[in-house]
Nanobody, 115 residues
């Protein structure tokens, strides 16, 4: 099976930065897309951005110009660099990996932005 693990969450002041990491491991032959989502209590999970095979990225409007998704090293690891953080960015952030047309999700990492 495939395991997805996020790391790097924490507490930061408004205007600050955090870098999250996502690693996928297990029975992986090919990953088509990796993605970041976020979810607040009582709300639906929303898309933050996609990292497509080949390195192309796409972002939700509310993070454009502030967040960047990139591949850390050859393999199955991506990073979410978050700059100019706002209190409304406070959420649990989830990483997912599409492996052989199946989506695998991590448990999430908490990001809290204070003002």
């Amino acid at each position: 099976q495939v395991q997805v693990v996020e790391s790097g969450g924490g507490l930061v002041q408004a205007g600050g930065s955090l870098r999250l990491a996502c690693a996928a491991s297990g029975s992986i032959f090919s990953i088509g897309t990796m993605a970041w989502h976020r979810q607040a209590p009582g709300k639906q999970r929303e898309l933050v951005g996609f990292f497509y095979s080949g390195g192309v990225t796409n972002y939700a409007d509310f993070v454009k110009g502030r967040f960047t998704i990139s591949r850390l090293y050859a393999g199955n690891t991506v990073a979410l660099q978050m700059n100019s953080l706002k209190p409304e960015d406070t959420d649990v952030y989830y990483c997912s990996a599409n492996v052989d047309d199946n989506d695998y999700w991590g448990q999430g990492t908490q990001v809290t932005v204070s003002s």
